[in-house]
C-alpha cells in the first residue's frame, strides 16, 4: 500500500502538471507523448479524461495520500479499524472499476495510451486486489464459510490475481495495437 500509494500518488501528481502545462499552451507536448500510440496529450484532450468536470488525476492526488498512510499505519503496528478498511476497500472497488473504464475508453475509443495514466491504473489495480484479500482474510469482508478454503489459497497465491490481472490487459493493449507494434520490429 505504502508503495503502490507513492508510486500512484507521484503518477497522478506528474499528470496534473502536464495537464496545467496543456491548459497554459495548446501546443505543448507533454513529457509521456512518445509515439502515436503512447501519447498523454491525445487522451488529455478528449472528454475522458475530465469524466467528473474535472482532471481525472485530482482523484488520485486525494486519494493515494490514504492509501499511502493506511499502508504506514500497517507498517508501524497500528490495528485500523474494521470501518477504515471497509472504506478503503470502497474506494478501491471505486477505482478498479474506473482504470477498467478508463482502460477500454484508452484502448478501444481514443486509441492512444497515456504512460502515467498505466502506472496509475497498475498500482489500482495491486491495490484493489491486495485490499480485498485483506478484507476477506480478516473477515471485514463477511464470507460464507464454503467459500473460506477459497480465500485462504487466494491469500496464499496472492500475486496470481493481480499478475494475470496484468497480463491480460498486456495482452489486450498488443491485440489492439499490433498493427503499430509490428513496425516497431
Known sequence: LTVGGVLGGAAAFVLIVEKIALLRDPGYT?????????SCGSVMSTPQAEVFGFANPLIGVA????VVA?????LAGVRLPRWWWLGLQAGAVFGAGFVTWLFVQSVY????LCPYCMIVWV???VVFCYTTLYTLDR???PTPA?????VTAAVRVHSVIPTAWMLILAVLIGE???SYWRTLL
Open 123 to 125: 498500482v489500482t489495480i
Open 176 to 178: 489492439a495495437f499490433w
Open 70 to 74: 493506511t499502508g504506514v499505519a500497517v
Open 63 to 66: 486519494c493515494f495520500p490514504v
Open 109 to 112: 475509443r481514443i486509441g492512444a
Open 146 to 150: 464454503r467459500w473460506r478454503p477459497a
Open 139 to 141: 473477515g471485514h469482508l
Open 30 to 38: 507533454p513529457s509521456c507523448s512518445i509515439n502515436p500510440i503512447l
